[in-house]
């Protein structure tokens, strides 16, 4: 009836946290393989331990490759659009930070999944509000300056 050599093992309990940046390490580790700080904690030890920077998490740096990649490409293209795009991933990444963290202290951990669809989202309408924008002013100069031939 009683299991054999029961070992009261504690789960997941092994694993060290960075108090640096935040990221998960094997047991054992003497350096973050992230930032290669030295101060790792248990992550049994103490309360939750809290993942806070955005390269914390794999979505963050599949993100930042995927961002990097893109602009590489925008800036071989047309060095224009490089501007374009800084404009709308900066606050792209500033905007899902802020909403993840907001879920954290709900309680209510951001997948990584939804971190990529809110990046992706952002980054799709803030150049489209910009440009609406722009054109919108362009338009209100050009009537505020008189007729204009556009042939
Ligand atoms: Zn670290």
């Known amino acids: 009836m009683s299991k054999p050599g029961s070992e009261a093992r ?3 309990a092994d694993g060290l946290v960075c108090r640096e940046c935040g990221a998960s390490n094997d047991a054992g580790s003497s350096e973050c393989w992230l930032c290669n700080g030295r101060s790792l904690a248990s ?11 955005f390269f914390s998490s794999i979505s963050g740096w599949m993100v930042a490759i995927a961002g990097l990649a893109v602009c590489m490409g925008l800036y071989a293209l047309a060095p224009g659009m490089l501007f374009l795009a ?5 606050p792209a990444i500033a905007a899902v930070e802020v909403k993840a963290a907001r879920r954290r202290r709900l309680g209510l951990p951001m997948s990584a999944a939804e971190r990529v669809v ?5 980054t799709v309408v803030t150049p489209v509000l910009v440009v609406g924008a722009a ?6 100069y050009c009537s505020m300056t008189g007729p204009v031939n556009f042939h």
């Open 135 to 140: 054109v919108i002013a362009l338009i209100a």
């Open 118 to 122: 809110i990046f992706v989202l952002i």
């Open 86 to 90: 800084a404009i709308s991933v900066l």
């Open 10 to 12: 504690p789960p997941a």
């Open 43 to 53: 992550a049994a030890a103490g309360s939750s331990p809290r993942p806070r920077g």
